[in-house]
């Protein structure tokens, strides 16, 4: 069993910044992807971005050179910087993990909102 454990959602202005940050314990495994993702109300859950235990990141084409992935192994840690917000950015958004093609977990959810 793995146990995410998010933090960091909020209320932004448009423009602004946020950091989320996902905190893995249990039975970890050393290769391992984790990621965010997000879900709007009325909408699927998609991909913002994961990263390979080793550092490789994947982005969807919406984040791309506004939000940044990061992973501390050492913590069990994955980070999502946020900059320049939009409103469409507005979500619940998901931390997950997944490993040996069999483990995938999710965590609880924070909630981002970008509003004037």
């Known amino acids: 069993q793995v146990q995410l454990v998010e933090s960091g959602g909020g209320l932004v202005q448009p423009g602004g910044s946020l950091r989320l940050s996902c905190a893995a314990s249990?039975?970890?495994?050393?290769?391992?992807?984790m990621g965010w993702y997000r879900q709007a109300p009325g909408k699927q859950r998609e991909l913002v971005a994961n990263?390979?235990?080793?550092?490789?990141?994947n982005y969807a084409d919406f984040v791309k050179g506004r939000f940044t992935i990061s992973r501390d192994n050492a913590k069990n840690t994955v980070y999502l910087q946020m900059n320049s917000l939009k409103p469409e950015d507005s979500a619940v958004y998901y931390c997950?993990?997944?490993?040996?093609?069999?483990?995938?977990?999710w965590g609880q959810g924070t909630q981002v909102t970008v509003s004037s």
């Open positions: 249990g039975s970890i495994f050393r290769a391992n992807v």
């Open positions: 997950n993990y997944k490993s040996r093609g069999i483990d995938d977990y």
């Open positions: 990263i390979l235990s080793g550092g490789f990141t």
